[in-house]
Every structure is written in C-alpha cells, then in structure tokens.
C-alpha cells in the first residue's frame, strides 16, 4: 500500500487534492461532495458518482451484456475486485468494447465530482473498486477533460442546475421539427427525472445526453424543475388540548387475548 503523507484536505477542490495525491501515486478511494475518485499508483481507475449511470445500467440497458450476465460477473467476481476480468474471460463482452464502455462511465462520473469545483472529503488509503483494474487514466488528463466539457455545456446554455435537478417541459412549447436525439430526449422529460436518470433510460451516455438538455434548455423547452420547499416544522398544540390517559384495563385485556392466542 502506498504510504500518502500528503495533508490533501488543505486543498480547496477535490481536483487540486487529487493532483497531490497523484503526485505522491497513491492508492485509494477519495471521496467528494458528489462522487468517489478510485486511484492506483497515482493514476485514475475508476469514479462513481450518483448523478451519472454506473457501468452496469449502461451495459445492460444498452443490450452490450445480459443483466444475467452481469450480475454473475457481480457475484462470482465482486469480492476479488475482477467483475471486469470476469465479463471478458467469460465471454460475455470483448475486452474493447469492455475498455470503451469503461472510459466513458469513468468520465461521465468525473464531470460531476470535479468540473463543479467542490472540496474533497475523505480519503481510504488502499481502497479498491469492485470492478477491477480495465484502463488507468492520468489524473491531468481526467481534470481538463471535466473542465473542457464544463466550458462546452455553459457556452450552450449557462445554468447547471439543468446537471442535478428534477426536468420540467416549459408549458406551451412546440416540440416540431427537433432532431432525432433532442426529441427522444424531451420524451423523457416529465418533472421527476434528472439528467443521469434520463441518460440511464436511453442507454446512452449521461455526457451526451447533458448536451441535448442543455441546448432544450436554450431552446426555451426544458428546465430545471424548482426544488421541493422542505416540511415546515409542527406548530405548537391548539391550547385547551387534554390528551387523555392510556385505557390500561383495555391495554390488559388485549394482552391476555394475545398471549391466549
């Protein structure tokens, strides 16, 4: 295990800590507001994060690999971190095809994690993701592929909240003569959805589908959907309120009829 001296909370962005720790090559899981980093000698392997389809919902959703086949390759592989291996020793997915998919899970996940800018929280030393080594990616090169893309979505429409939230249609808005893959995307939008699980539902890549919205979005069909108003706490007792006591020989009694049963 490599040993990380690095003080990596000191960094202000999960990518500034993840520079430093690559500089070190560590080995580890780091942890930010929106996704885990999986590292091996200082080199990206893998990153999971809420807001993009796993590998898994991508493959099979996709028809690359049955669900039987993957979860087999989940049972039979997890615990030995070599699900990967697992898939293309079996014959269930070829090793390209496995590499691809691999690659753009991993960033499509990083986008969320880095391109926002948000602080690193915790890191495990030694952790190591269930789905085994398939392709390290430098860690330079995760960070300004997520700020290249980040640059990309805010020229079509500036408004990240379109990445997270909840879509809405705008009401009153013709949806004539859109191509083919904004339009299948807008028949996804229904209020409830967010983008990764529109992206999940096509089986397509979470990165391209952000593309779409955004530039619904620009076209005035699509927003975020405004965010649930948190319960408002209880209010104090109406006054002249006496709660009665507990029946206890009605309590009894239901107690012998129970242990009578």
Known sequence: MTRVTTTWT???TTADALGALAAEGATGALSGERGIVYLEAGRVVHVESAFAPDLGALLTRSGAVPPDGW???VDRGGAQ???GHRLVAGGTLAAGALEVCHLGALFDAAYFV????????????GAVHWLGAVRSVPVDVVVRECGRRRAL???IWPDPAIDTLPLTRVPGTGTAALPVRRGRT???VDGVRTAAQIASALACRTYHTLVELRRLAADGLV???APEAPPLPPGPEPPGVVWDDPDTALL?????ALEAL
Request: glycine letters at 0%; charged letters at 40%.
């Open 81 to 83: 971190h070599r699900v």
């Open 186 to 188: 807008l028949t996804q």
């Open 153 to 155: 979505l805010d020229r």
């Open 10 to 12: 000191a960094y202000e």
């Open 252 to 256: 009894r009694r239901l107690r012998d």
């Open 71 to 73: 979860w087999e390759a």
């Open 223 to 225: 927003r975020a959907a």
């Open 114 to 125: 880095l391109a926002h800018d948000t602080r690193a929280q915790r890191f495990r030393p």
